[in-house]
């Protein structure tokens, strides 16, 4: 597995995000021939706020790495701006599209460590990051057929997301209003055994 990130200028995202990220990539794939992150700077697009079509062609003109025969590659985008429809209440850690692509709203993330009790950077990086792979694993029910119902819909009809809380697929790791208190004082959330019960129907560990 290949996975290039590409960061904004000032917005690299903590090593310690990192090794959490590869470590949760290992415990949950076979990835024999490893898994390499290759990360890499490039210049504010002066864009943001973003909406995902503009992240989408960013992509477009800094993405190196593709898909060739047995090597999956990744590529995530740690932006210098937050999301377009971000609220007071509610705004977006991360965002997965298309099959094997995110974006990270750093920015975002950054101010929101910076609040009184709030996680620190290096975990809301990782829960995020875990968090958005776990939808391009194709979690919850967005590819990967559950093996028993556990999936969240909100009123907007929007799911993808698990219903028991703690889990790292619970929405509130990619909205941040509810990350403080699903993360603080037990570190980077993981997966709940309804959502290993799916990875591992698919062929993940």
């Not at 090794?19 to 076979?30: A, E, M, V």
């Not at 101010?111 to 919850?140: C, K, M, Y």
């Not at 009123?155 to 790791?173: E, P, R, V, Y």
Request: aromatic share 8%; with cysteine.
């Amino acid at each position: 597995m290949n996975i290039e990130i590409v960061y904004v200028d000032g917005n690299r995202p903590t090593d310690e995000a990192i090794s959490s990220f590869k470590n949760f990539l290992t415990k949950r794939t076979y990835k024999p021939d490893g898994i390499d992150i290759n990360l890499r700077s490039v210049a504010s697009s002066g864009k943001a706020p973003f909406d995902i079509e503009e992240i989408a062609e960013i992509e477009r003109n800094e993405r190196t790495a593709y898909n060739v025969g047995d090597e999956i590659a990744i590529w995530i985008y740690f932006a210098d701006g937050n999301n377009e429809k971000d609220t007071n209440e509610k705004f977006v850690l991360g965002s997965a599209f298309r099959n094997t692509s995110m974006v990270i709203y750093e920015k975002t993330i950054k101010d929101f460590a910076n609040r009184t009790g709030a996680p620190s950077r290096a975990i809301i990086e990782a829960s995020t990051l875990n968090h958005e792979f776990g939808h391009l694993f194709g979690l919850v029910n967005l590819g990967i057929e559950m093996v028993s119902e556990h999936e969240y819909t909100d009123g907007d009809g929007k799911g993808a997301h698990c219903t028991t809380q703690g889990c790292l697929m619970n929405a509130s790791i990619e909205f941040g209003s509810g990350v403080v208190d699903l993360v603080n004082g037990t570190g980077v959330p993981e997966l709940d055994q309804l959502c290993i019960d799916d990875l591992q129907f698919a062929g993940g560990k």
